[in-house]
C-alpha cells in the first residue's frame, strides 16, 4: 500500500521557494510546501483557459465518465492521502476526521458525476417555446480554507468541472500539501490542463486570481473580511461568486429534551473537527429547566472522548491546525473566565506542551453577549447560554451577522419546525447539527454568503444559463 511519505515524494516540484510544513500534533517536520507567486497563477490560468474548450467539448457523458476515475483514483490513494491530511491539518485518521473527509471526496465527487441536470423546458404552448442549457463559464478559480481542505476543494472542483469548466485552485497556506497531493492523484487520470493548482499567499495570488479577467467564476470558502475583499474584487469583470463565508452556529434546547440522549448529537454537533468547521454549533442556548442536565450529561461524554496525535488510532480529536487559532480559542476562553462565567470542562491548556492541543471546554452560565459567544471561536470551546423566553433566545439567536447554520433540540418536531422558519440561516437541523449530504443545498444566509453549493443547485452555480426560445 501507497505510504504518505510516498505520495509526498511525488507532489513537490523540484526547484523554486518553499515552506516548512510542521506536524500540528508533535511539530515534526513533515515536509515542505512549495510557494508560488502570481506569474505561476498566470500560467496556471492560461493553461486552464487553453484546455476549457476541448473539456467542454468532450460533452456530459465522458466528463462524467472521467469524474468517476478520479473519484476511483482517489478512493485507491485514500489510506495515504488520509494520513498526509492528519499530519498537515492535524486532524485523526478516526471519528468523522482524516479518514471521514477523503471518503467525503470520492462520495461528493460521484455525486456530482451522477446528479441529472437535463435541459429544462419552461415553456411549450400557444404563448412561444423555451427552454433552459446550462452552458460551462469557463475558468472557475476555486480558493479554499484549511479546516476541511480536501473535502472543500472538492466541493469547488468536481461540480466546476462536470459542468465543463476547467479550474485553477488555491489552497490555504497552511494546508498545500493536502489539497497538492489530491490534486496530484485527480490528475492521473484527468486531461492536461484542466485541474490546475496554484499555491501562495492569499493576499497576493489569491487576490490575483479574484482580479483575473480570464477567470469567470470564484469558488471561495473563507472567512467573511476576505469575502467582502473578494466581493469589491470582483466588481471589476462581473465575476460571479459562490461565497462560503463564517459562522456562529446557535443550537438551542427546548424543555421537553432528554439530556442524557442528546448529550452526543450535541457534542459532536460543537466539536466536530475538535470544532474547525464552519457550520459547528458554536453557541449552546439551553432552557433553564432542564439546562444543569444537559451541562452535565454533555460534559460526561466529553470527558471521555479522546483527543491526541491524529495518527494514533484511538483518538477523534487532534490539535487546533496553527497557533494562531490556538491563541485566539485562548483568548476567548480567557475573557469568559474573566466575566465570571463557570468553566465546566477544560479551560487549562499546557501552553508549554507540544503541539498546539486545546483541551475540550464546556463554559456554562456564560453572559450571552461574551466574546466567547459572538465571535466565533472555531475550535473545541463550548459557551453555554441559560434562556427562559423562547422569544428572546430566537432573538439572540439571530442577533449576529452570521447565518450559516443553527439547530433545534427538541421531541416536539411541529414545534421545533416552527423555530426554524424564525432563524435566519442557511439550514436548520433538527436534533442534530452540521450534517451535510452532497444532495442537499449547503451555504449561509446573511454574512455567511451567498449561493449553493451541492445536488442540483450546486451544478447550476458552476454553469451559465442559456434560455433558447422559438
Ligand atoms: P481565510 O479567509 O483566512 O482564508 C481562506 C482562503 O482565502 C485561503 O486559501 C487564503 O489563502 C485565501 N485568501 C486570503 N486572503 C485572500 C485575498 N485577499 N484574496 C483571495 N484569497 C485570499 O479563512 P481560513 O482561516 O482559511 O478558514 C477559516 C474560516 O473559513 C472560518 O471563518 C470558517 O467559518 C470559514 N469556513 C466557511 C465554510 C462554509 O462553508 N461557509 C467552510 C469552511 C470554513
Wanted: aromatic content about 6%; some cysteine; overall charge negative.
Amino acid at each position: 500500500m501507497e505510504s504518505y511519505e510516498s505520495l509526498l515524494a511525488t507532489i513537490v516540484p523540484s526547484g523554486g521557494e518553499t515552506r516548512d510544513v510542521f506536524d500540528p500534533a508533535t511539530g515534526e517536520l513533515i515536509g515542505k510546501a512549495p510557494v508560488q507567486d502570481v506569474a505561476d497563477l498566470e500560467a496556471a490560468i492560461d493553461r486552464a483557459e487553453a484546455a476549457q474548450v476541448s473539456w467542454a467539448a468532450l460533452g456530459d457523458d465522458e466528463r462524467i465518465a472521467y469524474l468517476h476515475k478520479a473519484a476511483d483514483a482517489i478512493e485507491a490513494s485514500s489510506e495515504a492521502l488520509a494520513e498526509l491530511l492528519s499530519r498537515e491539518q492535524g486532524k485523526p485518521l478516526n471519528g468523522p476526521n482524516a479518514r471521514f473527509e477523503v471518503g467525503g471526496c470520492v462520495a461528493w465527487t460521484r455525486t456530482a458525476a451522477d446528479t441529472p441536470l437535463p435541459v429544462e423546458v419552461i415553456i411549450d404552448d400557444e404563448s412561444g417555446y423555451a427552454e433552459m442549457h446550462y452552458r460551462p463559464l469557463g475558468v472557475v478559480g476555486a480558493i479554499s480554507p484549511w479546516n476541511w481542505p480536501m473535502m472543500i476543494s472538492i466541493w469547488q472542483i468536481a461540480p466546476s468541472l462536470r459542468m465543463g469548466n476547467t479550474v485553477v485552485i488555491k489552497p490555504a497556506e497552511t494546508t498545500t500539501l493536502s489539497v497538492l497531493a489530491l490534486v496530484t492523484v485527480m490528475n492521473q487520470v484527468l486531461p492536461e490542463g484542466v485541474l490546475n493548482i496554484v499555491t501562495g499567499p492569499g493576499r497576493t495570488v489569491g487576490d490575483a486570481l479574484t482580479r483575473s479577467p480570464k477567470i469567470s467564476k470564484i469558488m471561495f470558502t473563507g472567512s467573511t473580511p476576505v469575502g467582502k475583499r473578494i466581493i469589491e474584487a470582483s466588481a471589476n469583470n462581473v465575476t460571479r461568486l459562490t461565497l462560503e463565508l463564517g459562522g456562529n452556529d446557535a443550537g438551542i434546547v427546548l424543555p421537553d429534551v432528554d439530556p442524557a440522549a442528546i448529550a452526543e448529537g450535541l457534542f459532536w454537533g460543537a466539536f466536530i473537527n475538535t470544532g474547525q468547521t464552519c457550520a459547528a454549533l458554536k453557541r449552546l442556548y439551553v432552557h433553564d429547566s432542564v439546562y444543569d442536565q444537559v451541562v452535565e450529561e454533555l460534559a460526561k461524554f466529553a470527558a471521555n472522548v479522546p483527543m491526541g496525535v491524529g495518527l494514533e488510532e484511538q483518538n477523534v480529536l487532534g490539535p487546533l491546525q496553527n497557533r494562531a487559532q490556538y491563541e485566539l480559542v485562548d483568548r476567548l476562553v480567557e475573557s469568559a473566565k474573566a466575566s465570571g462565567a463557570r468553566v465546566v470542562l477544560g479551560g487549562d491548556p499546557d501552553h508549554d506542551a507540544v503541539g498546539n492541543f486545546y483541551p475540550t471546554t464546556l463554559v456554562a452560565d456564560i453572559d450571552p453577549h461574551n466574546d466567547l459567544v459572538v465571535e466565533e471561536q472555531f475550535g473545541p470551546a463550548l459557551p453555554i447560554i441559560r434562556y427562559a423566553d423562547l422569544d428572546e433566545v430566537v432573538k439572540l439567536a439571530n442577533e449576529l451577522e452570521f447565518g450559516l447554520g443553527a439547530s433545534v433540540w427538541s421531541n416536539d418536531r411541529e414545534q421545533a419546525k416552527q423555530i426554524a422558519a424564525r432563524l435566519q440561516a442557511g439550514t436548520v437541523w433538527i436534533n442534530s447539527h452540521g450534517g451535510l449530504h452532497p444532495m442537499v443545498p449547503f451555504g449561509g444566509a446573511k454574512q455567511s454568503g451567498y449561493g449553493r453549493e451541492f445536488g442540483v443547485e450546486g451544478l447550476k452555480a458552476v454553469a451559465e444559463p442559456q434560455v433558447v426560445s422559438g
